[in-house]
Nanobody, 124 residues
């Protein structure tokens, strides 16, 4: 059972930054493309970003393009989501999951169960 653990959330003011981490437990993460998802209160979970297993390609939702950046350190078995210029509408619980890859390009389609997530709150 693949298990991923998210961390790094918190309370930040609009315009601020946070870096989320997604760590793998008990398996090597470098085989998998990883996606970031979020769920705001009263809304469905949505895909935010994904990064290929090598880190060579990434995809982003239009709402975060240019503000968020996914990266990975396979030696540390960890994937990151750098979030800049945060807005109140970015407030949500953020999750990571292994995702599908099609012809080398990651898709924001999860293939593992959800973890606990990490809360991100953007508020003044």
């Amino acid at each position: 059972q693949l298990q991923l653990v998210e961390s790094g959330g918190g309370l930040v003011q609009p315009g601020g930054s946070l870096r989320l981490s997604c760590a793998a437990s008990g398996f090597a993460l470098d085989y998998y493309a990883i996606g970031w998802f979020r769920q705001a209160p009263g809304k469905e979970r949505e895909g935010v970003s994904c990064i290929s297993s090598s880190g060579g390609s990434t995809n982003y939702a239009d709402s975060v393009l240019g503000r968020f950046a996914a990266s990975r350190d396979n030696a540390k078995n960890t994937v990151y989501l750098q979030m800049n210029s945060l807005k109140p509408e970015d407030t949500a619980v953020y999750y990571c999951a292994a995702v599908k890859t099609v012809q080398g390009v990651c898709r924001m389609t999860p293939i593992t169960d959800w973890g606990q997530g990490t809360q991100v709150t953007v508020s003044s």
